[in-house]
């Protein structure tokens, strides 16, 4: 169940060529991610820009360590067809170089400037230019480093206490004394962040930041790891907590190609509703002792060939038997059930053909771009009919508890937005 969405202040990003994203109040959650190579490599940056672009982000941030990136970016904000955020550590000089540059928003954590005056001189520069800032208290960035006793009796309060405890009252002070420097300079264009690694504090972080501040939340589980561990962590998480109304902007982060953060991201908001989904649906069963043909092969080419093949938001279910599968594929527009070595394919609850395995994913890609054509030549609709094939009984003597709900034995749930 979603919660309504927790009501911000906006920033808005982007230019008349890029178009333009808004973060915040009603605006759709949207996604970001960063490039993994070199800014000052224009090229190579523009190329992963692009990946990303067609992955479906709509904010791409890059790093910029030296002059030569900040340099670079002139090139890029000529030609980059979504918004650019600057990241900036340390030298406030590179924040200024990319606001002269056309940045779309910096990054920027004012604990690692050590000059409040150049501090104030980035918030002054980003007011006349009318560009936000993403203000970060990431767990990495406001624990003492240098000092490791000091970090251990930080981290070791935090640990003791566990959860809830010192680390988030450590991110809530600094992003407090934070934003009294934008404030104090009539500031307010602001995202804020507040990531760690640990995925319970990042919901508790957000959690308690929306209950204080009103600015845009920028949703994030920072050094997550590898795809296969970062993916849980991130959804976990993030998916908690837009689930709660609470985010504006997420990215997930991965140590791995940047496209499978913006995959992720996308099909996390498309999960809960919160983007329409744009190309394929894939259904597939987890397969068991019923299965008779090789299913995960199967899924895999299918999804292969379809993601670059199919625009259309098609449902397509790929199951593995005829017992529990119809169940499970409905509501999908073309669908395959498989037994005995064969496949029974179906396109909108009609059956159209039974092949040898050896011929399915053939004759299944040759189904959904056949429908797909008769979608666009308006002869059919998306999600019109349904596969309603008659499965054996599912349910026995016991009754589908329908009888039970008519009788009132069934408590009335009342399913929010709905
Ligand atoms: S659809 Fe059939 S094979 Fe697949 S998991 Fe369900 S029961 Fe098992």
Redesign the pocket.
């Known amino acids: 169940m979603t919660q309504e969405r927790r009501q911000t202040r906006t920033i808005t990003l982007g230019d008349d060529r890029t178009g333009r994203v808004t973060i915040g109040g009603d605006a759709p959650v949207s996604v970001q991610s960063m490039t993994s190579c070199y800014t000052h490599e224009i090229d190579t940056c523009l190329a992963e820009i692009e990946k990303l672009a067609a992955a479906g982000v709509d904010v791409v941030r890059v790093a910029v360590p030296e002059r030569k990136d900040t340099e670079a970016l002139v090139e890029i904000m000529k030609v980059t067809p979504v918004p650019i955020v600057a990241d900036v550590h340390f030298h406030y000089k590179r924040a200024l170089e990319a606001v002269a540059a056309g940045i779309h928003k910096i990054r920027l954590n004012p604990g690692n400037i050590k000059d409040r005056e150049q501090v104030n001189q980035v918030i002054d520069a980003c007011k006349e230019a009318g560009i936000p800032i993403r203000i970060g208290v990431n767990e990495g960035s406001i624990i003492e480093r240098r000092d490791k006793q000091k970090r251990q009796s930080e981290l070791g309060a935090y640990f003791e206490g566990h959860r809830s405890g010192h680390l988030l009252a450590i991110m809530i002070a600094k992003l407090e004394e934070y934003l009294e420097i934008f404030e104090a300079r009539d500031f307010h264009d602001v995202a804020i962040s507040a990531k760690s690694m640990d995925a319970r504090l990042v919901i508790d972080a957000y959690t308690e930041i929306s209950r204080r501040f009103d600015y845009p939340l920028h949703l994030g589980v920072t050094h997550a790891g590898t795809r296969e561990t970062g993916s849980i962590r991130s959804i976990a998480a993030l998916g908690t907590l837009l689930a709660n109304g609470i985010g504006d902007t997420l990215r997930i982060s991965y140590a791995s190609d940047p496209v499978y953060e913006v995959e992720d991201g996308v099909e996390l908001l498309c999960s809960l509703d919160m983007r329409e989904r744009k190309g394929i649906e894939l259904i597939a ?7 008779q043909v090789d ?1 995960f092969t199967l899924v895999e080419d299918v999804k292969k060939t379809l993601e670059t093949e199919i625009e259309l938001p098609i449902k397509v279910a790929v ?3 005829i ?3 119809p169940g ?1 594929a409905e509501g999908a527009d073309v669908a395959v059930f498989a037994g005995d070595r064969r496949g029974i394919i179906y396109v909108q609850g009609e059956k159209v053909a039974n092949v040898p395995e050896a011929e399915i994913q053939e004759r299944l890609l040759a189904e959904c771009r056949a429908f797909e054509e008769r979608v666009r030549a308006g002869e059919a609709s998306l999600g019109q009919k349904v596969v309603d094939i008659v499965p054996p009984d599912p349910i026995g003597d016991l009754g589908s508890g329908v009888e039970k709900i008519r009788a009132g034995m069934v408590e009335k749930i009342t399913v929010e937005g709905e």
């Open positions: 069963c987890p397969t068991c002792g019923r299965i299913l199951m593995g038997c017992v529990n599968g499970e």
